[in-house]
């Protein structure tokens, strides 16, 4: 049997805000140079660590908080865990003090100014073999300033990290998988000629690596904190942080749909309130997306889908299912997350999902094509449905650039979500009401998104130098 390297939880994590590649990725990077340390029985020599950064991450680190993720990784904490609320106090402490502690044990001496270098002008570490636009090389020395151990890591999309020259291997690697499968056509055929839909052949697999219980309950906990994340979203107000003072806009907007809501229901049932405004699903799909990634933006606790980026598409369409279509159930939402998971396995381990390497097409649009197709499963639709579906999400997304302004997980992503979410439910539309087939193929389009970012120019591709970025210098 065939191994794949992608889970399931592998794309969908719990951490926070704001960037899966320049946030969650550095994070861990730093915990596993921290660890490693400790493994080669270096910890309590080190004196000094020096962090540097290239490429993207240097260019757009400060406003995608890659300079406090090292901080917190080297200090062992990790973004599934860590309370947001005392993020700033432990950053207060190192930068008043002039030191941190790694592991929380070993103290050494970092000063950020002086210790965390940004290479804005240099793509990659000097001599990696690995070739990826987000890389973070780090340095321990000794009392003397001799150099103990240095490794350079890449955060290649979505959380996950690699050291130079080594190839992405994920828990899916521990043990052969049942339905391995490595492109859309394969896991068609593979569905197909066993009678199963493409959501039996994910948990398939995902039961070869834990408990049939242990999947469920873990999925079912990922869609609680997407739901929670949607509700502090939608009850916090205020101006999002770092400068642009972007204001939160999810709160009022849910405000408004409640009232008008109510107001149509004091006289007629739901069905009529909705028959008074048959648009008002579209309009709190676009309130779900912008309410998580606000809270994204604010460094708050969100599912990575697959990056932080995009991480406002997938819940908004899973709310958007568990609210507006009947019949809408657990089993449902089950169907929705396997299949959309096997649709960014697809991505994941025949493109890229990092907005440094391909665009924002790697990240809102593998994020809509994920969340079209895992509607169209929910809803029933068959595995062809579903890769049409997911076909046509990508499709209209392909050529996204990625150019935050100011380096800021805000400026247009925020909206981006929104119109990703609002795309994904009618490209599900459009495949399940589809009765001839469809000329492209997912692999095709899947092909030609990474073609397509490979050949885009390095200053669309999230390091805030053209576009949006450049041509829009205040807000």
């Not at 704001?18 to 080669?40: I, N, Q, V």
């Not at 309590?44 to 290239?54: G, H, N, P, S, W």
């Not at 649009?365 to 509607?375: N, P, R």
Request: hydrophobic share 45%; with cysteine; net charge negative.
């Amino acid at each position: 049997m065939r191994l794949m390297n992608t889970s399931l939880f592998d794309l969908y994590k719990i951490g926070v805000g704001p960037s899966s590649s320049h946030t969650m990725g550095p994070m861990r990077a730093a915990r596993r140079f921290a660890l490693e340390l400790r493994e080669d029985g270096l910890l309590d020599r080190v004196a000094r660590v020096i962090a540097e950064l290239y490429g993207s991450l240097a260019l757009t680190g400060i406003g995608h908080g890659t300079n406090r993720a090292v901080l917190l990784g080297l200090a062992g904490e990790q973004a599934r865990t860590i309370d947001p609320d005392v993020i700033e106090s432990k950053l207060e402490e190192v930068r008043s003090t002039g030191a941190l502690y790694l592991l929380g044990s070993k103290r050494v001496a970092f000063r950020e100014a002086d210790d965390l270098i940004f290479h804005r002008d240099i793509l990659y570490p000097e001599g990696a073999r690995t070739q990826h636009p987000n890389g973070l090389r780090l340095t321990a020395l000794d009392e003397r300033g001799s150099a103990l151990k240095a490794a350079v890591y890449f955060s290649i999309g979505g959380g996950f990290i690699i050291a130079d020259g080594e190839e992405f291997a994920g828990p899916a690697l521990s043990r052969p998988l049942p339905f391995p499968f490595k492109s859309a056509a394969e896991l068609l055929e593979m569905a197909g000629g066993r009678g199963m839909c493409i959501s039996d052949v994910m948990l398939a697999n995902e039961c070869a690596l834990r408990s049939a219980d242990e999947v469920r309950a873990g999925i079912l906990e990922i869609w609680s904190v997407m739901r929670a994340c949607m509700e502090r979203g939608m009850a916090t107000e205020g101006i999002l942080p770092g400068g642009l003072k972007v204001r939160r806009r999810a709160a009022a907007l849910a405000r408004r749909l409640t009232a008008k809501e109510s107001s149509h229901q004091k006289s007629a049932d739901r069905q009529d309130a909705l028959m008074l405004d048959p648009l008002a699903p579209l309009d709190w799909l676009t309130v779900y997306a912008m309410a998580v990634n606000e809270e994204n933006a604010a460094g708050g606790r969100v599912v990575t889908a697959p990056t932080n980026g995009a991480a406002g598409v997938v819940p908004a369409v899973a709310q958007y299912y568990w609210r507006f279509t009947e019949g809408a159930d657990e089993d449902g939402l089950l169907r929705y997350f396997l299949t959309s998971a096997a649709i960014g396995v697809l991505y994941k381990e025949n493109a890229s999902i990092s907005g440094a390497e391909v665009g924002c097409q790697g990240e809102v649009g593998v994020a809509c094509s994920m969340a079209a197709g895992g509607l169209a499963a929910a809803l029933g639709g068959s595995n062809e449905e579903v890769e049409h579906a997911a076909e046509i999400g990508m499709e209209h997304n392909l050529g996204m650039t990625c150019d935050p302004i100011a380096g800021l997980v805000q400026i247009p992503c925020i909206e981006r979500n929104a119109m990703g979410a609002m795309k994904a439910v009618q490209a599900c539309r459009m495949a399940m009401n589809e009765t001839e087939g469809h000329k492209v193929s997912l692999d095709q389009v899947i092909r030609t998104m990474y073609l397509t970012g490979l050949d885009m120019q390095s200053r669309y591709k999230e390091t805030s130098l053209a576009g949006l970025a450049l041509n829009i210098i205040e807000c």
